[in-house]
């Protein structure tokens, strides 16, 4: 299993070679993050690949959770959900889980 020294990660701790990303990396930046991944995060990192792959960009807050009501349903799309699974700031967080690029418009 990889550990944070072995990745390749930009000054902001985002992974600099998307093709490094599997889900041992996901549980080595989840953990960097104090975040044990679960079913319910991997449904929501799971989503946010899909808009990357289908958008070619990782999602701001907004259009994350508009996707993610589109594909998993309202009650999963609500910023209170999402910030319990990824607190502070759960586009940014969880676009670094799944190896996405930061999104630009998060802080």
Not at 11 to 25: I, P, Q
Not at 51 to 75: C, H, N, V, W
Not at 76 to 98: V, W
Request: proline content about 6%.
């Amino acid at each position: 299993m990889a550990t944070l020294n072995d990745l390749a990660l930009d000054k902001d701790g985002f992974l600099v070679e998307l093709n490094d990303w599997d889900a041992d990396v996901a549980a080595v930046l989840a953990q960097d993050e104090g975040i044990i991944l679960t079913d319910a995060h991997w449904e929501i990192i799971n989503a946010i690949r899909a808009f990357y792959a289908e958008f070619d960009l990782a999602p701001a807050m907004r259009p994350l959770s508009r996707y993610i009501k589109q594909t998993l349903g309202a009650d999963k799309a609500g910023s209170i959900y999402l910030m319990t699974l990824f607190p502070e700031s759960p586009a940014k967080k969880a676009a670094r889980i799944a190896g996405l690029p930061r999104p630009e418009n998060c802080l």
